[in-house]
């Protein structure tokens, strides 16, 4: 069972930084899709961004520009570097990984942006 655990959360002003990292207890797989999602109060967890084999990347259109994905198949992490942040990224992000056609999920971190 693959355990992956998120760090680096926390609370920041408006127009501040954050970086996200997951530490994954097992090598990444070339293969493997790793990414972020986040989810409110009351609403659906949702797609932030993911990096996929050849360090292919995909972002939602809201963070597009503002956030960048990024694997270390070395210290195996997926870390998520967040500029720019507004009110509306206040979410818990929770780390994901599909290896080998298996879904895992971290426990999330909170961020929360103030104004």
């Known amino acids: 069972q693959i355990q992956l655990v998120e760090s680096g959360g926390g609370w920041v002003q408006v127009g501040g930084s954050l970086r996200l990292s997951c530490a994954v207890s097992?090598?990444?797989?070339?293969?493997?899709?790793a990414g972020w999602y986040r989810q409110t109060p009351g609403t659906e967890r949702e797609f932030v961004a993911w990096?996929?084999?050849?360090?292919?990347?995909k972002y939602d259109n809201s963070v597009k520009g503002r956030f960048t994905i990024s694997r270390d198949r070395v210290k195996n992490t997926v870390s998520l570097q967040m500029n720019s942040l507004k009110p509306e990224d206040t979410a818990v992000y929770y780390c994901?990984?599909?290896?080998?056609?298996?879904?895992?999920w971290g426990q999330g971190t909170q961020v929360t942006v103030s104004s």
């Open positions: 994901y990984l599909n290896q080998r056609g298996i879904n895992y």
């Open positions: 097992e090598d990444l797989a070339e293969n493997s899709v």
């Open positions: 990096v996929i084999s050849g360090d292919y990347t």
